[in-house]
C-alpha cells in the first residue's frame, strides 16, 4: 500500500479533522388539534404527561443496501525493523502468502447477486464473484429457474492473493441484503512473522471492541483502521489495560479520509501492558479495524495474530472455539523464561466505573469443566483481567462469563510442537449468537474445523456445504447438547468444501472456526462465525411539531 493510503502512528496527536454527524432522524410529523372546547383542551393536557405510553415509535422501512465488508491488509514487519539485525538470520519472511477468498449465494432462481472483491479505496474490482445484476430485474429475486426448479448456487471467489487492503461488495436483491461473506488468511514457516492468522472480514461499524492486544518487550501490536466508506471518519480510541483505563491524548481525533487507512502502533499509546481492549468509535463514516499482533522472543518467532472485533459489551459473553494443546508439550514451553504469557487465558475488560463479580463456566465435549475457586473473579472497573486457563485438560472449550455488569472479552491460546521452537498464538473475540444463516469461508492452506457450543439446553446447527464451483452440497444436521461443545472437522462436510452455510434452531447456540496447521511450523487462528445475513432494515422516525 502506498504512503497515501497508509501512515504509522506511534500515539503523537494529529490533527483534528471536520466531524460529520450523520442524522440520528428524520422529523416526520404534524400534530393538528381542533379546539372545540375548554374540556377538550384540558383533555390533551392531561394527557402530555404520558404521550410516549400512548404512541408507539413509527418506523420506517429503507431499502437494503449493499453488503460491504473489508479484508485486513496483508501482515508486514513494521518499517525499519529491518535495519540492525542479525545478517545470518532474516527477519523477513519468503514463504508468506497473503490471500482472500468469498463467496454470494444466489436466489432461488439461481441468480447470483452482482459481487466483486476490490482493493480498498479502487474503483475497479480485482476479481469479480459475478456481473451486476440489472436495475430492472434486482428488485425481482426469482423463486426458480427457467425450468421452474427451485435451487441455490454460488459464486466463489477461492485463495486469491493480495497486496493491500480489500473489500467484497454484493448487490442486495429484492430488498434483501446479500448473503454473502469474504475471509483472509496469512500463512508463513520462516520469518519474524511465521505463523498462521485468520479473520473475517469485517463488515464496517461505528463502535466495536478489540480485545487482547499486547506491548510488552517482543510484542508488537499494531491497530489497522479502514474507511471503505465515501464519507470522511474521525475516530476516537478508548483503552484499558491491566490496570485501568489508559490516557491516551494520541487516539483521539484520528481522520481516515474515504477509502483510506491508518495505522497505529499500539505501544506508543499503552506502552509495555501484556493485555490492551481497544474501543474504537467513529463518528461520520463506518470503519473496519483489526489488531496485527506479533511476537518475538529473541530470535525465535513467538506467533503472530490478526485480533478482531468481539461481541458487544454486555453481562454475558460467550468465547467459543479455545483449543487446549496437551499438558506433557504445553507445560515445558510455558515453563522456560519470558513464556509465561504463552499459557492460556481470558481476557475480561469492565468498562464501566463499577467492579464486575464475573462467574465463569467452562464447557467441553462431555459437559462443564470446573475451574479452580469455582470461577468466580472479580475484576477491576476499567481494566483488563486475565483469567488462567492452564487447569483444562487438551480439548476444544467454550467459556461462557456471567457478571452484574457490563463485559468484553476474549481469550488467549498458543500452539506449539517443543521447547525452544517457534510458537503460534491464537486471540479468541466472543461471539454473538448464532441465527438462521451465516457465511462461514474456510481458510486457505490450513485445517479448517468448526466448533460450536450451547451453553444452556439443546441447539440443533445446520452446516451446508459450498465447494470451488459454487455448487451447495447435502446438508449436515449436529445435535448441541446444553452445556456441551461439538467439533466438526471441515473433512466430514465432504471433498472440495470451500465455505459453509450455518444455520442454528433451539437454544441459543454460539461457534467458531478454528483453522490450524501441521507440519514443522505450528499455527493456530480463530474466527467466530460471522453476523448472519440481514433482511430489509427499519429506522426509527421522531415525531415533532
Known sequence: MSRKNKTERTGARTPRGTWVRSAAGVAAGVVLVSATGALVGAGIAGRIGTASEQFPVPTA??????????CPEPLRLLEGAVEGGDPEFSPVSETAENRVSAMALSDLGGTVPGAAVRPLGADEPAVVIAEQVPESEEAKP???NEDGLTGRVAGVVRGETVENATVLRAQALGEQEATAGAGFTYTASDGDLAGLATANCQEPSNDFW????STTVGATAVLKLHNPSVSPA???????????????PGGRGILIAPGESESIVLAGLAANDENVAIRVRSDGGRVS???QQSVLRGLTSGGVDLIQSSAPSSSTQVVPGIQIQPDDVMDEIVAQEGYAN????????VPGGTDAVLDVRIYGPNGEVALPGGGVVTAAAGAVTAIPLDSLPEGNYAAVVSSDVLIVSGARVARGTAPDEPLDLARIPSAARLGSQHVSVLPTG??????????????????TPVNAEGALGEQRVFN???GTTVTVPATELGEGTVAALIGSSGDPAYGAQLATLGGETPGIAVSPIPPGSAGQLSVAVNIGY
Do not use: C, W
Request: net charge negative; aromatic share 6%; hydrophobic share 50%.
Open 61 to 70: 422501512a429503507v431499502p437494503a443496501g449493499e453488503y460491504s465488508a473489508v
Open 142 to 144: 426469482q423463486v426458480s
Open 210 to 213: 478489540l480485545v487482547g492486544a
Open 234 to 248: 474521525t475516530v476516537n480510541l478508548e483503552l484499558h489495560g491491566s490496570k485501568g483505563v489508559i490516557e491516551a
Open 289 to 291: 479495524g483489526f489488531v
Open 342 to 349: 504463552a499459557a492460556p487465558s481470558l481476557q475480561v475488560a
Open 446 to 463: 490450513a485445517d479448517a474445523s468448526f466448533i460450536f457450543s450451547a451453553p444452556s439446553g439443546r441447539a440443533e446447527v445446520t452446516i
Open 480 to 482: 448441541v447438547g446444553g
